[in-house]
């Protein structure tokens, strides 16, 4: 079992940028792909990134790419989103969460699942 809980959400400007965290619970954290998916009012949760368990290996949804930056710590169970230029269109609740199989792209894919933090990008 994984608890995963995160933080960083805010309201900012566009233009501007927050730091995400996902801090997880357990000794398998290094076991795990960790992902941020995005869910914004009326709209389905969508991926945006994942990590693998080592961070040698990224992937980025195409509406985040260059923008954003995902990465890990593993000695201290955590995974970070550092979100730069920041748009209205990234307002959104945003989730951790883990998979033990792969880099899944899909919400199907993941085992555990943070509450969700809230990123609100003013115009």
């Known amino acids: ?3 995963l809980v ?5 309201l900012v400007q566009a233009g501007g940028s927050l ?3 996902c801090a997880a619970n357990g000794r398998t954290f290094s076991s795990y792909a960790m992902a ?3 869910q914004a009012p009326g709209k389905e949760r969508e991926f ?19 923008r954003f930056t995902i ?18 269109e990234d307002t959104a609740v945003y989730y951790c969460a883990a998979s033990i199989v792969g880099m899944p792209r899909s919400v199907g ?3 555990y699942w943070g509450q969700g ?3 609100t990008v003013s115009s």
Do not use: C, H
């Not at 995160?6 to 805010?10: A, D, H, K, L």
């Not at 990134?49 to 260059?66: E, F, P, Q, R």
């Open 6 to 10: 995160e933080s960083g959400g805010g």
């Open 71 to 88: 990465s890990r710590d593993n000695a201290k169970n955590t995974v970070y989103l550092q979100m730069n230029s920041l748009k209205p």
């Open 1 to 3: 079992q994984v608890q």
């Open 48 to 66: 945006v990134v994942v990590i693998n368990w080592n961070g040698a290996n990224t992937y980025y949804a195409d509406s985040v790419k260059g």
């Open 19 to 21: 730091r995400l965290s």
């Open 36 to 38: 941020w998916f995005r």
């Open 117 to 119: 933090t809230q990123v």
């Open 109 to 111: 894919g993941y085992d």
